[in-house]
């Protein structure tokens, strides 16, 4: 069965911890609620003294979809800077995570990028 | 639920592999009510208003005639008509002035937010989640209260009163005794053989067209007359009411005698009792629903319902998830959202085999199996 939305992409990012948790003391975080499914994230992020995203991580209760293109999406914000992360747009987004269009679910495609748009920075870069 | 009835809806016609489990959010039109709207729409396109009026009004009062028998209600009750039972039920929030109002927890955020909105006290019945059941209201409570409004059926968990709503019968006529008004939602218990206001001999009831085979933002507000005088009327003139929706629904209304909805009744509690045998042999599916009826909900273990959801919509098999607008319902059961099949007249057999075969491949797919 083809499931077009569910790329393996997807469906591996959504599995792979190695970005998923908190950083204590970050940098930065941002946090989101999908408000029709109750669906959220929590990003925490480290930046370095050049400007850039040393480490960053999130966590979420959220679909299969929303887990895993925000799991893709931050893997490419590290090592980018922050006027990077403001300036990627949802069409950057659909060529990380190979599909054609959000479709019915671009609010679960787009909680992490939503999310970190509104980025609160909360200490110096270290 | 005959297989013929497919035939009347174009829908099926276009997609025949199309399984539509989501009659409780909306259900379609049948072809010909749809092709008798528009050959109304053409007929008063060519006719002076003043003829065009008395046309759709008299449409107007057939409807009214449906809508009492179909309520099993005498004819000259008033039945008005709002945009759907939400605005009905802010109409009601809005215009009554009352202090106390019981509601219960598995009320739809239509019945739930205008009250919290407009209303001081607002006291909630408790759903026993063992039996899916809503307490009944104490004495205190009820002397307390102004006006009890309250679902003839979760849009979540179906069914939640039993003996054919005896037991909501009993509140209503509790309510009475403590002079307490009663306001029923039956937008998801509107079909239900069984629900009329002999049954359920409530002062307000409220429900949706769309819901059963009619036009979309139509809704019905039945207010008896008793009470006529102690609630504020809508104002609601002829010539500025949705004439062709009304008489569309009225159309709607013939369908459902006609083609026998309600005699199927018997065929949709056995469709939902092979869904609910189905979902009861896999040990990480947890069904909320207490009893076999239109609506059956259910959540599955480490898996979010949006996406199993997805992708039975990619095998043409529609179903909804979320929390149905029901979020203190989910909050009570100890889950943030669900998935939900709610069967309409023109499921059958087949759908529910090709609902097993979709589930059965889409957890393949999530690994789960």
Same mark, same amino acid.
């Given at each position: 069965?083809?499931? @077009?939305?569910?790329?393996?992409?997807?469906?591996?990012?959504?599995?792979?911890?190695?970005?998923?948790?908190?950083?204590?003391?970050?940098?930065? @975080?941002?946090?989101?609620?999908?408000?029709?499914?109750?669906? @959220?994230?929590?990003?925490?992020?480290?930046?370095?003294?050049?400007?850039?995203?040393?480490?960053?991580?999130?966590?979420?209760?959220?679909?299969?979809?929303?887990?895993?293109?925000?799991?893709?999406?931050?893997?490419?914000?590290?090592?980018?800077?922050?006027?990077?992360?403001?300036?990627? @747009?949802?069409?950057?987004?659909?060529?990380?995570?190979?599909?054609?269009?959000?479709?019915?679910?671009?609010?679960?495609?787009?909680?992490?990028?939503?999310?970190?748009?509104?980025?609160?920075?909360?200490?110096?870069?270290? | 639920?005959?297989?013929?009835?497919?035939?009347?809806?174009?829908?099926?016609?276009?997609?025949?592999?199309?399984?539509?489990?989501?009659?409780?959010?909306?259900?379609?039109?049948?072809?010909?009510?749809?092709?008798?709207?528009?050959?109304?729409?053409?007929?008063?396109?060519?006719?002076?208003?003043?003829?065009?009026?008395?046309?759709?009004?008299?449409?107007?009062?057939?409807?009214?005639?449906?809508?009492?028998?179909?309520?099993?209600?005498?004819?000259?009750?008033?039945?008005?008509?709002?945009?759907?039972?939400?605005?009905?039920?802010?109409?009601?929030?809005?215009?009554?002035?009352?202090?106390?109002?019981?509601?219960?927890?598995?009320?739809?955020?239509?019945?739930?937010?205008?009250?919290?909105?407009?209303?001081?006290?607002?006291?909630?019945?408790?759903?026993?989640?063992?039996?899916?059941?809503?307490?009944?209201?104490?004495?205190?409570?009820?002397?307390?209260?102004?006006?009890?409004?309250?679902?003839?059926?979760?849009?979540?968990?179906?069914?939640?009163?039993?003996?054919?709503?005896?037991? #909501?019968? *009993?509140?209503?006529?509790?309510?009475?005794?403590?002079?307490?008004?009663?306001?029923?939602?039956?937008?998801?218990?509107?079909?239900?053989?069984?629900?009329?206001?002999?049954?359920?001999? %409530?002062?307000?009831?409220?429900?949706?067209?769309?819901?059963?085979?009619?036009?979309?933002?139509?809704?019905?507000?039945?207010?008896?007359?008793?009470?006529?005088?102690?609630?504020?009327?809508?104002?609601?003139?002829?010539?500025?009411?949705?004439?062709?929706?009304? %008489?569309?629904?009225?159309?709607?209304?013939?369908?459902?005698?006609?083609?026998?909805?309600?005699?199927?009744? *018997? *065929?949709?509690?056995?469709?939902?009792?092979?869904?609910?045998?189905?979902?009861?042999?896999?040990?990480?599916?947890?069904?909320?629903?207490?009893?076999?009826?239109?609506?059956?909900?259910?959540?599955?273990?480490?898996?979010?319902?949006?996406?199993? %959801?997805?992708?039975?919509?990619?095998?043409?098999?529609?179903?909804?998830?979320?929390?149905?607008?029901? *979020?203190?319902?989910?909050?009570? #059961?100890?889950?943030?959202?669900?998935?939900?099949?709610?069967?309409?007249?023109?499921?059958?057999?087949?759908?529910?085999?090709?609902?097993?075969?979709?589930?059965?491949?889409?957890?393949?797919?999530?690994?789960?199996?």
């Amino acid at each position: 069965m083809n499931f @077009s939305n569910y790329k393996k992409i997807l469906l591996d990012a959504s599995k792979d911890l190695t970005l998923q948790g908190i950083i204590i003391n970050p940098s930065f @975080s941002a946090e989101l609620t999908n408000f029709s499914c109750q669906d @959220s994230i929590l990003i925490t992020g480290i930046m370095s003294v050049d400007q850039t995203v040393s480490d960053i991580k999130f966590e979420s209760s959220g679909c299969i979809l929303s887990r895993g293109a925000a799991s893709l999406l931050l893997a490419n914000f590290l090592g980018k800077t922050l006027n990077y992360i403001k300036d990627f @747009s949802e069409e950057d987004f659909l060529k990380i995570i190979l599909v054609d269009d959000f479709s019915a679910r671009k609010d679960c495609f787009l909680l992490g990028l939503n999310a970190i748009k509104n980025y609160k920075l909360i200490a110096q870069a270290k | 639920m005959n297989r013929h009835l497919k035939k009347s809806f174009s829908v099926f016609k276009l997609s025949p592999n199309l399984v539509y489990f989501d009659n409780a959010k909306t259900s379609y039109q049948p072809r010909y009510v749809l092709n008798k709207r528009s050959k109304l729409e053409n007929k008063i396109e060519k006719l002076e208003n003043n003829v065009t009026l008395k046309i759709l009004q008299s449409k107007l009062i057939a409807c009214k005639i449906r809508l009492a028998k179909f309520l099993h209600c005498n004819p000259d009750e008033l039945f008005f008509f709002p945009q759907g039972s939400t605005s009905a039920i802010n109409y009601v929030a809005m215009t009554m002035k009352i202090d106390n109002i019981l509601i219960s927890e598995v009320e739809h955020h239509a019945n739930y937010l205008p009250w919290l909105a407009n209303i001081k006290n607002v006291e909630i019945l408790s759903l026993d989640t063992s039996s899916m059941s809503i307490s009944l209201p104490t004495s205190k409570q009820l002397s307390n209260a102004s006006l009890i409004s309250i679902s003839a059926k979760s849009n979540v968990i179906g069914n939640i009163w039993t003996n054919n709503y005896s037991d #909501l019968k *009993k509140i209503i006529e509790l309510a009475h005794q403590n002079k307490c008004l009663v306001m029923i939602d039956a937008a998801q218990a509107i079909l239900d053989p069984f629900f009329n206001l002999k049954t359920v001999p %409530a002062d307000i009831v409220v429900f949706s067209a769309h819901k059963i085979y009619g036009p979309t933002n139509l809704g019905v507000m039945f207010i008896s007359k008793k009470i006529h005088t102690t609630i504020n009327l809508p104002d609601q003139i002829t010539e500025t009411l949705p004439l062709i929706s009304i %008489a569309n629904f009225n159309e709607s209304l013939k369908f459902i005698k006609n083609k026998k909805v309600f005699g199927n009744l *018997k *065929k949709e509690k056995d469709l939902a009792q092979e869904l609910i045998n189905f979902l009861n042999t896999f040990e990480f599916v947890k069904i909320f629903s207490n009893q076999p009826g239109s609506i059956i909900s259910f959540s599955i273990e480490k898996i979010h319902p949006h996406d199993l %959801a997805d992708l039975l919509r990619q095998q043409s098999i529609v179903v909804s998830s979320g929390n149905h607008c029901a *979020k203190p319902l989910h909050d009570k #059961l100890g889950i943030f959202s669900s998935v939900r099949i709610s069967l309409g007249c023109y499921n059958d057999l087949s759908d529910v085999l090709k609902f097993k075969k979709g589930f059965i491949a889409a957890c393949r797919f999530l690994g789960i199996m």
